[in-house]
């Protein structure tokens, strides 16, 4: 209890105080392997981080467990079809997935002109004129997309499918060349293919959201296979699963059920393309985490390696104090007493450095996130470490510095008082 004690007494500090200042050089540059271990952990940590959320960022225009399917030619006979047939997709196709695959939660089929085949049409409001990329699409790909609309506008809903409606949602590139600056689109009219539509919405665009550009134009599907006689046919669709589907599980069991649709082989997997929106996230959140993984790693061991230096120091303290500590013991001292303002110096030394590597990672991570934020091709975005990783950092420091402290505070206890009475 007495041992416990002396913690909180002012004499102990003082004491840990004149010892340190009385090797400051020494003890500076031994405690840099715990500040530098700190200070790799946090900016290596608060790095992978900031990519996460960058990638989340760049992401946000799309569901994190979607991708897009189309048809190709098939590269394989089967069942009395030769190889280059290219199948097509039907509405039926919809529900067919959807009774068979419970993990998927949006289908989208899409159409489009322009875009990834073709010539887009030629749109014409007043005087002006411009071609755009047309799509028809469902009310689920807002869902799927997470499409954003202006204030006062809206996207393709339920009744426009039903009801044929010419109604257009356009991009922020389309309102920028086809209408005044301060006009405002909605309730105007374009021409689709001398087809009059009345525009309801303006679509948000950033870079990376959706598939498409600031300049397309979208419909309802219903209007859209109508004008071009598509009937129930079309060549892609994006689908989302639930968030605890695995990704690539989802798209090759999607793939494998329109294989025994189509009539396809098994085994051939180019008859259909895809992208995959889920892994890619997938793989950018394990990298990520694997920079975390290894800047604690890193970290850990350089913190250890760091406190193994105040270890030696305190050692060579000891050694340095050997006519103290026996001068110490022959007034009374217990070796309890001896033990705790040695392993307290060595744990002092341990967290300061760490406090100083925590102060200066947060400040490089705080100026790479100012020196980025301009930056819109660089996906990093508020690099944070979570309070519970310092903290189990902290934890280590005070351990591996109380265990490393034990060394030289056993050393100091053996050290008989008359021995100690005739060093020099």
Sequence with gaps: MNSLKKIFERDTW??????????????????????????????????????????????????KNSMGIWVQSTTMPYKGFEEGRFPTFELSDVEYLTDRIPEIQYISPGLQAGAFSGSPPLVVRGLKSDNFNLFGNFPDQAKISVIKIYDGGRYINDQDIKYERKVAVIGEGTQERLFDQDEDPLGKYIRINDI????????????????????????????????????DRFGFMFISGYDYVNPNYLEETIKENLKVRKIIHPEDDKAFGSFNIGSLFESIIKFTRGMVFLSLVVGIATIFAGVIGIGNIMLIAVKERTNELGIRRALGATPGEIKVQIVLESVFLTIIAGIIGVIVGASLLFLINIGTSGLEDFPFANPTVPLAIVSGAFITMITLGTLIGLIPAERAVSIKPIEALREE
């Design 14 to 63: 003082d004491e840990i105080f004149e010892s340190i200042s009385k090797n400051r050089t020494r003890t500076i540059i031994t405690s840099i392997g715990v500040f530098w271990g700190i200070f790799i952990y946090i900016a290596l940590a608060g790095s992978a981080k900031g990519l996460e959320n960058g990638f989340d960022e760049a992401f946000s225009g799309l569901s």
């Design 196 to 231: 009059n539509f009345k525009v309801i919405g303006v679509e948000k665009y950033s870079e990376g959201d959706g598939f498409g550009t600031d300049s397309d134009i979208t419909i309802p599907y219903s209007t859209f296979a109508k004008i071009y006689n598509r009937g």
